[in-house]
Nanobody, 124 residues
């Protein structure tokens, strides 16, 4: 299985915006749930957001990012993205993308080995 490759991380100031992207196959976009996760220094990796088109479009967000982050897919480019607005210093982390069998379970089970992630640093 292809390891996910995340792109787009960089340093931004609090209140700023950033968009991360992750490549996926056409089949993945149609059949699996796609998600973003993050790991802050000294903390466990946590679920951030997920999207699935299986059975119709559905999304899921961690409470900490609801209303600020938006997950989306781009079937033209076979990617899925995480638009992050109103960034806070506590959003600083390495962000990872992965896929899961369903939007209901992706926060607990992913199907690919973790990639290297992309660093997002939010300064106050």
């Amino acid at each position: 299985q292809v390891q996910p490759v995340e792109n787009g991380g960089r340093s931004v100031q609090a209140g700023g915006s950033l968009k991360l992207s992750c490549a996926a196959s056409e089949r993945t976009l149609r059949t699996l749930a796609m998600g973003w996760f993050r790991q802050a220094p000294g903390k466990a990796r946590e679920f951030v957001a997920a999207i699935s088109w299986s059975g119709g479009r559905s999304t899921k967000y961690a409470d900490s990012v609801k209303g600020r982050f938006t997950i989306s897919t781009d079937s033209t480019n076979n990617t899925f993205a995480l638009q992050m607005d109103s960034l806070k210093p506590e959003d600083t982390a390495v962000y990872y993308c992965n896929v899961g069998p369903s939007i209901a379970t992706i926060s607990r089970r992913v199907l690919r080995e973790w990639g290297q992630g992309t660093q997002v640093t939010v300064s106050s």
